[in-house]
């Protein structure tokens, strides 16, 4: 058998160990949270495009509180959710658990029958104005989430299952000195969370958001007190991509700095469904 030459085993020991550098250094990225929540926000466009061609069913409940934390009054609304000439269309199909009256499913039919007639009868260029304002829109709400891996100090504080898939488990604090390029996230010093990101998919799972600090809007307008909450749940659909299961939010507000109000408001989301070019609206069962 013919040895091995010195320089060709010099050079398979050196190559093995510039691998196992490289794969260290991947663990260790893998495992640097900032790094995981900047790959998570990364997904996230390719994943609202997909998100785009699903229509659902939304159930909005909201309780308004009184003093002593018990309900004043509560509205809850379903809607079905579909697209409509190129841009969502929302329809009322449910109040209370109930389902609409004669008269309310007439005046809801007719809303869609005349935003029907209405979208139809756009030229090429109003049509595509509309569904750009619709993307821009989109977008607006987005961009803030591109600033979230440098606007907080992030910390891997466990691991979880959520439906059967892993998880990390990222808290995040204000950095200190982040200096804000949009106005929503100016007020990210106000706000702490925590992040359940998948590890297969580096989609957020799960989100949680407490205001650590009012926060007010004009001089005299409006104040959204600290200890506001809020609860993102995710759930994957068809395979393909990641969509609400449930929106919790625990708020209280001060408007004009006269009248204050509690309000928790719950939204959950089902049904969802791959939109198609010869799909038309149809009635909705209300659920309970």
Known sequence: MTATPAYARAYIITMRAVLLLAAACTLTAAQDPRE???????RMDHNMAI????????RSETRELDSDAHVKTRKIMLYDVT??????????????????????????????????????????????????????????????LDEVPDAFNFQITGEGQID??????????????????????????????????????????RTEAEVTDNIS???????????????????????EVWLPKRIEAKVSARLALVKKYRIEADTSFSNYRKFQVESRVVAATPQP
């Open 36 to 42: 995981i929540v900047r790959r998570s926000v990364q």
């Open 51 to 58: 998100a785009r061609n699903y229509t659902f069913l939304e």
């Open 83 to 144: 697209l409509l000439e190129g841009s969502p269309y929302r329809r009322l199909v449910g109040k209370d658990d109930h389902a609409l009256s004669g008269e309310e499913e007439r005046n809801e039919q007719k809303k869609l029958a005349d935003s029907i007639a209405q979208r139809q009868k756009e030229t090429p260029a109003a049509r595509a104005r509309r569904i750009a304002d619709w993307e821009k829109k989109r977008q607006r709400e987005r961009e803030p």
């Open 164 to 205: 059967g898939r892993d998880a990390w488990i990222i808290e995040g604090t204000p950095r200190p000195g982040y200096h804000a390029r949009s106005s929503l996230a100016k007020l990210f010093p106000k706000f702490r969370g925590k992040l359940w990101i998948d590890k297969a998919d580096y989609q957020w799972v």
């Open 217 to 239: 809007w004009g001089l005299f307008v409006a104040r959204l007190s600290k200890g506001a909450r809020l609860d993102v749940q995710m759930t994957r659909v068809n395979d």
